[in-house]
């Protein structure tokens, strides 16, 4: 294997981790692309899924992190971090936070009624699995994951009731444990997927 990145920029591991711990838009970044490996490694070698594709990070008409084929049907799913700024550890040792459930800029999208907006917000079946990156809770690498289905909807005034109703809430909350819509276990849910299919 080559040298690793901190021999080829000539950085210490210190001086990365201060570059990294002072630059919060960097540290997001790092973080998220992270969390989808850390998804890949953790979840995504189980027998039922025969494949897994990544997405083209630059391609802004298809969202999903990882497409995985399980039991035979496609299921795209999206990975997504806490705001930092959201997180507290609870009295009783629970955990909560807010998911930001976003496009990273903002696109012009297709609502299912042939409407076009520009929006930040994600459409309601652009995917179908959220995976939020809880590593904040704890500093350990566990998920959270909901049906896209089942996630909140926006609350912004500036869109009608009907591009309401097709946009994904920006901020969701998490908890830890899991409450639902979320669940620490995928299986399930991809089940029933696969089953309404």
């Known amino acids: 294997m080559d040298d690793s990145i901190l ?21 997001g970044i790092l973080l998220g692309y992270i969390a989808e490996k850390k998804f890949q490694d ?14 083209d990070d630059h391609d802004r008409t298809h969202k999903g992190d990882r497409t995985i084929v399980y039991q035979g049907i ?36 297709t609502l299912p009624n042939g409407e076009r907006l520009t929006t930040t917000c994600l ?9 939020v990156n809880l590593f904040a809770f704890g500093e350990t690498w566990k998920f959270a994951f909901a049906r896209n289905d089942q996630l909140p909807r926006s609350r912004w ?12 809430a920006t901020l969701v909350d998490v908890r830890w444990p899991p409450v639902p819509p979320f669940f620490a276990d995928p299986f399930p849910l991809l089940d029933a997927m696969v089953r309404e299919r």
């Open 7 to 27: 021999k080829k920029w000539q950085i210490t591991d210190e001086e990365l981790t201060h570059v990294v711990e002072s630059s919060p838009s960097l540290r």
């Open 42 to 55: 953790m979840f995504l070698s189980h027998p039922r899924i025969t494949g897994v594709r990544k997405a």
């Open 74 to 109: 496609e299921i795209v799913t999206e990975v997504k971090s806490l705001q930092t700024n959201s997180i507290r550890l609870l009295s009783d040792g629970s955990w909560i936070g807010k998911a930001q459930v976003d496009a990273s800029d903002r696109r012009e999208v």
């Open 123 to 131: 459409v309601a079946g652009e995917f179908d699995l959220l995976a």
């Open 157 to 168: 005034r500036g869109y009608t009731e009907t591009q309401r109703n097709y946009l994904l």
